[in-house]
């Protein structure tokens, strides 16, 4: 079975400081995708950035990177500059490509950005 | 209309109630999944449609029975639910034809509390 953990239940952090949030994930298959979703406080959740498991390039997004070591199974999102508006949870999640795309998340991770 | 909508945004019921949430797509997708959200733990995958037709159904009770009559709109018919229940309902879409990208579209939630 496919899981994934986030180690981290909570995190704070000041205003432009960097944050390195962690999540590891299990899987035997070779074709996947991996996500950092966020949800703001009674917002909908988002898609931060997204990483093919095929590249070895690290994906960015702005502010948004992340560190992605498959042998290890290991996909941590960096934070740069935070922003008040990064305020959230922050979800990690895995995805067999396939027909339907059945997303097996971490347990999240209370991220909060302080003035 | 934004992508992903969901009603009610909040539901209180009963235990002997009967109650329905809707989701509706206008982003063209061809699956939609329900997921529950409890505090502190993972989102957990309730059902897939793919193309109108279920393709998953992970373990849920009956009183919790699906309906998708066409690619943009899904429900969930809740019927002598137990306040263990009570839950953020999230509602995704996909694209699940063509070139997936893995990305799941969500809803805002609709916050359930069952008496």
């Known amino acids: 079975a496919q899981t994934v953990t986030q180690s981290q239940p909570e995190m704070s952090v000041q205003e432009a400081e960097t944050v390195t949030l962690s999540c590891t994930y299990d899987t035997s298959e070779n074709n996947y995708y991996l996500f950092w979703y966020k949800q703001p406080p009674s917002r909908q959740m988002i898609l931060v950035i997204r990483?093919?498991?095929?590249?070895?390039q690290n994906a960015t997004e702005n502010r948004f990177s992340v560190n992605f070591q498959k042998a290890a199974k290991s996909f941590s999102l960096k934070i740069s500059d935070s922003q008040l508006g990064d305020t959230a949870m922050y979800f990690c999640?895995?995805?067999?490509?396939?027909?339907?795309?059945?997303?097996?998340f971490g347990q999240g991770t209370r991220l909060t950005i302080n003035p | 209309e934004t992508g992903v909508t969901q009603t009610p945004r909040h539901l209180v019921m009963g235990m002997t109630n009967k109650k329905s949430l809707k989701c509706e797509q206008h982003l063209g997708h061809n699956a939609m999944y329900w997921y529950k959200q409890s505090a502190k733990k993972p989102l957990e995958l309730m059902f897939v449609y793919n193309f109108k037709e279920q393709t998953e159904n992970n373990s849920v009770p009956s009183r919790f029975s699906p309906e998708c009559p066409n690619s943009s709109h899904l429900f969930l018919h809740l019927h002598t639910l137990q306040p263990e229940d009570s839950a953020l309902y999230l509602c995704a879409s996909s694209q699940a034809s063509g070139l997936p990208t893995g990305e799941l579209f969500f809803g805002e939630g609709s916050r359930l509390t069952v008496l």
């Open positions: 990483q093919e498991a095929y590249k070895q």
């Open positions: 999640a895995f995805v067999i490509i396939q027909g339907a795309q059945k997303l097996v």
